[in-house]
């Protein structure tokens, strides 16, 4: 469970591009400033691997990291709102679709939600995209340190409730805070077990 090494490998603006190997990949996605990077930086704590933003948008291509050299965290653009083209966006989503219904490394996606908000309609659309096409996904809510304890359930509830009228079974879901570490341990464990399994 313990992170020895994390080191960014390359950028690519298209699946074709990406590291040419059989690594294992984790896809970790969301709306635009959701803080995928920032999840990302908590997990491997580096403060700097995966470059930050207040600026949504910040992340354009299929970023991948290196991990213990035996896995790859991969940082998708931020679906949603961002300070840029509708044209730009569309093309952040097709590449970042393709590469989802295509790579053959993928072992599972990563949905982040922001807790502190309402559910989200495009946050509902993507999640159901992955499921019609039969892809593994896990939730991870985000900004646990932004609300009340006593909010985190009742905003978990809203969202899977808002799920359950297209899903029969919620996916797993990891509630985290990158500010505090919230969830660090629980995820880290939950991919080294996946992938240590891939391996038998």
């Not at 495009?122 to 900004?143: E, S």
């Amino acid at each position: 469970m313990k992170i020895t090494e994390a080191k960014f490998v390359k950028s690519s603006p298209r699946l074709e591009e990406c590291p040419n190997t059989n690594l294992p990949e984790y896809v970790f996605l969301g709306r635009s400033n959701v803080g995928k990077s920032s999840l990302i930086n908590m997990l491997v704590e580096r403060n700097k691997l995966s470059k930050t933003s207040s600026i949504p948008g910040k992340t354009q291509l299929i970023n991948h990291f290196i991990i213990n050299k035996k896995l790859f965290f991969v940082d998708l653009p931020g679906y949603g709102w961002a300070k840029t083209s509708k044209s730009n966006r569309e093309s952040w989503d097709n590449m970042t679709k393709k590469y989802l219904l295509n790579s053959d490394k993928l072992v599972l996606i990563f949905i982040l939600i922001d807790i502190r908000i309402k559910p989200q309609e495009i946050d509902i659309k993507y999640l159901n995209f992955i499921g019609k096409n039969n892809l593994p996904v896990n939730i991870i809510f985000t900004k646990a340190d932004k609300i009340k304890k006593s909010q985190i359930d009742k905003r978990i509830n809203e969202f899977t409730s808002s799920l359950s009228k297209y899903w029969s079974s919620i996916p797993n879901y990891f509630i985290s805070s990158s500010l505090n570490k919230t969830g660090r341990n629980e995820i880290l464990k939950y991919i080294f077990e996946i992938n240590e399994n891939l391996n038998k």
